[in-house]
Structure formats: C-alpha cells, structure tokens
C-alpha cells in the first residue's frame, strides 16, 4: 500500500526521495513511448562521435521520473501536475544511478504547492534542476499501486 500525503498535513521543508539506476531498456521504452529517436540516446556509434562520447538519456526521462516520485510519494497519489520547470545541469548517462529528490517550498491557496524537483547522479553531481506546482489531495489515501503488465523489447 502506498498512502499520499494530503495539503493539510504538507509541510514547507518536507522531502522525499527515488532512486533509480538508468539502463538501455529505459531509453529504448522511453524512446518508443515519446516517439523521440534521437541517435544520441539510441546509437552508441553515433554517440561515440558527439560531444558527449557515449550514449545519454532523454532529458525528460529525468523529467519522467521527477513525475513519478510527485505521483508515488510526495505528496502522491492524487496529486495533480500544474506546472514544471526543468534546467538540464549535466548529462544523465547508462549506468547512472539518479537520485530524484522532491521538496515541499511553499503552500499556495486552494490546495496547490510548489516543489523544488532536483535530480543528482551517483557522484551526488545536480543533474537536474527545477521547480513544480502541483494540486496536492485533500484527502489521505492508502491505494495499492496498479502492478505493470511485462513489457517485451524487441
């Protein structure tokens, strides 16, 4: 079971974390969801002659993944996208584990907060930087998080 946090029990400082190790089935599932098959993420012959020398991650994969620890944690289920800023600090490679990190800045009116939404590798290097607004629930839930259906490559 997974419980969210709802507005009234938010509070300005409060922080959650996800972590998540970037493998090549990411980005090809990434790739194929967003319909993005930029060399850079898929090619590593192609990426091997950027300036990057080695394949990186879709920069909103990162952003994927900041969605997903808003959904799933803080304040988590129920809560509603409103808006994000994202600044793309440093290149997210295979292999990297990232370490999304969500922090409650400030309570609006009419159940809305803003989240700083910051993304660090394993070296503890930012990543990605930003800010959200979200609808926070009114209400406590405690949901069983749907379970996935296997996904096939290939």
Do not use: W
Not at 33 to 40: F, H, K, L, T
Not at 49 to 56: A, C, H, M, N
Not at 65 to 71: G, N, T, V
Not at 115 to 122: I, Y
């Amino acid at each position: 079971m997974t419980d969210n946090i709802p507005y009234e029990a938010l509070q300005v400082g409060q922080k959650a974390s996800v972590i998540r190790t970037i493998k090549e089935r990411d980005l090809l599932l990434f790739a194929e969801v967003s319909g993005d098959r930029n060399p850079i993420h898929l090619d590593a012959e192609y990426a091997a002659k950027s300036v990057f020398r080695e394949q990186i991650a879709h920069g909103m994969l990162s952003g994927a993944l900041i969605s997903a620890a808003i959904a799933c944690e803080l304040p988590g289920p129920g809560s509603i996208y409103l808006g994000q800023t994202l600044s793309f600090n440093k290149p997210v490679k295979l292999g990297d584990t990232l370490k999304v990190e969500i922090e409650v800045l400030e309570k609006l009116p009419k159940n809305r907060v803003r989240l700083a939404t910051r993304v660090f590798n394993q070296n503890d290097e930012q990543v990605v930087d930003g800010e959200a607004e979200v609808l926070a629930p009114k209400k406590a839930l405690s949901i069983e998080l749907s379970t996935l259906p296997p996904v096939t490559i290939g």
